[in-house]
C-alpha cells in the first residue's frame, strides 16, 4: 500500500516574524475556538481507510494555541483514521511557547517528534527578526522535550542572516548538539515579497551577505556536520542517522498526503487541492485549488523533488509515464560525469552538486 501522510495547518501567531510569508494570523480566542471547530469537521469529512505513515502539525505556531485543542484534533484523528504502528508525529514549536506541562500534553497524546523554530541563538539577531525567544529559552525548551521523555528532537535554524559568520554559526551549532538533538533543518533565508524584510531590503534598512558568503556558509555547514555525526539527506536537511523526518521523506517522493485547514495543500488520487487561505472561505470549502495531475507534472515533480534529496527518483516509474529520460542527452552527460548517479532502479544526485541542482533539473526535464 502507497504511503499516505496527514499534515495539520494551524494558522496563527503570537507575533509576525520579519521574514515570514507562511499563511498565518494573530487573532483573538473566539476566532481560535471556531476554526478548531471547523478543523476537526473538516478531519471527519475526509475519512479514508487508507493508512497512514506520518502525521506533522505546521503553522503557524502549533505550540501558541491552548494544548488541549491540539488534544482535540489529534483525538479526532485517532478517531477517523488508520495509523501505521510506527507512525511519526511532529508538532512545530517556538522556544517561547512551551512549557514542561505543555510538552507533558503532547507526548501523552501520541506526540512522538518536535521541531523547534530556533532560527539562530544569538539574541540580537533574534530580536531583529521579530522573534520572541533568545538562547536562554531554545536551552530550556529543549531540556523540557527531552526531561517529559521526546528522543526525536529537530530544530530549525537560517542562513544568509544579517551579520552572520561561520565562527558563531559553528559554535551554536555546537551548542544545539550538545543538547542531543537528533536532527537540524537550516534553510537560506528567502526574501518574500510582502514581508517586512523585503521592504527593509529595499529602503537599505538591513545588509544581508551576498549570495556566495551565505553559500559558503551553507558548504562549511554541510561539513561542521558530517564530522559530528549529522548526514546531509536533502539540501536543507541534516540528521542523525535513523532520524530523517518520515513525514518529509514522503513529500519529497511525491506520495499521497492530506492537508488539513486554512491554506493546507492535499494529493491524493491524482489530484491537487488547497483550501482557501481565508477563514470564511475555508469553513464554506470553498477551494482555492483543485486540479487533476497530468503525466507530465507527475513527471516533473518526481524528478525536482527526487534531486533535492539523497534519495532520488525511480526511472521506471518516469519512463512508464511517457517520459524515456535515457533519451535526453543532457542526462547521459551527467551520468557520464558522474553528476547524477545511477543505482538499481533510482537516479540520485551526487552531493557535491546540491548547490547548482536546480540547472541540472532543469537539463534533465521532458
Ligand atoms: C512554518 S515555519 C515556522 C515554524 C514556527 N512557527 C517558527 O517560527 O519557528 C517553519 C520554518 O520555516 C523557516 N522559514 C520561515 N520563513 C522563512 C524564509 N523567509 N526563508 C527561509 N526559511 C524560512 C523557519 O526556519 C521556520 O522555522
Ligand atoms: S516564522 Fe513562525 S512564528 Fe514567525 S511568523 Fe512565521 S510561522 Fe509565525
Known amino acids: 500500500m502507497k504511503e499516505l501522510s496527514i499534515y495539520i495547518h494551524i494558522p496563527f501567531c503570537e507575533q509576525k516574524c520579519i521574514y515570514c510569508a507562511f499563511v498565518s494570523y494573530c487573532v483573538n480566542n473566539e476566532i481560535k475556538n471556531k476554526y ?60 517561547n511557547s512551551v512549557d514542561e506541562e505543555k510538552l507533558k500534553v503532547y507526548k501523552n497524546i501520541g506526540i512522538n517528534r518536535i521541531s523547534f523554530g530556533v532560527q539562530s541563538l544569538d539574541n540580537d539577531t533574534l530580536k531583529k527578526l521579530g522573534r520572541l525567544h533568545n538562547k536562554d529559552q531554545v536551552v530550556c525548551a529543549i531540556n ?68 556566495e558568503k551565505t553559500i559558503e556558509i551553507y558548504e562549511k555547514t554541510v561539513n561542521f556536520l558530517k564530522k559530528n555525526g549529522f548526514f546531509r539527506y536533502e539540501i536543507s536537511n541534516f540528521s542523525k542517522i535513523g532520524y530523517e523526518s518520515k513525514h518529509n521523506i514522503n513529500y519529497w517522493k511525491c506520495n499521497e498526503y492530506l492537508g488539513f485547514g486554512v491554506a493546507a495543500y492535499s494529493y491524493f488520487e491524482g489530484y491537487r487541492f488547497s483550501n482557501s487561505i481565508n477563514f470564511n ?63 538499481g532502479n533510482w537516479i540520485y544526485l551526487n552531493p557535491d552538486y546540491y548547490g547548482v541542482s536546480n540547472s541540472i533539473i532543469c537539463d534533465i526535464l521532458p
Open 36 to 95: 478548531f471547530q471547523n478543523l476537526k469537521k473538516e478531519i471527519q469529512e475526509r475519512k479514508t481507510d487508507r493508512e497512514i505513515s506520518s502525521i506533522y502539525i505546521g503553522g503557524g505556531t502549533p505550540s501558541c494555541v491552548d494544548a488541549k485543542y491540539i488534544k482535540e484534533i489529534l483525538e479526532e484523528v485517532y478517531a477517523n483514521y488508520n495509523l501505521k504502528k510506527d507512525i511519526e508525529i511532529t508538532i512545530e514549536c517556538n522556544p
Open 144 to 211: 523540557n522535550a527531552k526531561k517529559v521523555g521526546f528522543k526525536n528532537i529537530s530544530v530549525d535554524l537560517l542562513l544568509g542572516l544579517e551579520n552572520q559568520n561561520i565562527q558563531d554559526f559553528e559554535k551554536q551549532l555546537q551548542e544545539l548538539i550538545a543538547l542531543d538533538i537528533t536532527h537540524i533543518s537550516a534553510y537560506m533565508l528567502e526574501v518574500e515579497e510582502g514581508t517586512k524584510l523585503f521592504s527593509m531590503v529595499e529602503n537599505k534598512e538591513i545588509n544581508l551577505p551576498i549570495p
Open 281 to 343: 472561505e475555508y469553513e464554506n470549502k470553498e477551494n482555492l485549488l483543485y486540479e487533476k495531475i497530468d503525466n507530465r507534472e507527475r513527471i516533473e515533480e518526481l524528478i525536482m523533488l527526487g534531486l533535492r534529496c539523497k534519495f532520488g527518483f525511480d526511472f521506471n516509474e518516469i519512463i512508464k509515464l511517457g517520459y524515456d529520460i535515457f533519451l535526453n542527452d543532457n542526462f547521459k552527460k551527467y551520468l557520464d560525469k558522474n553528476i547524477l548517479i545511477k543505482e
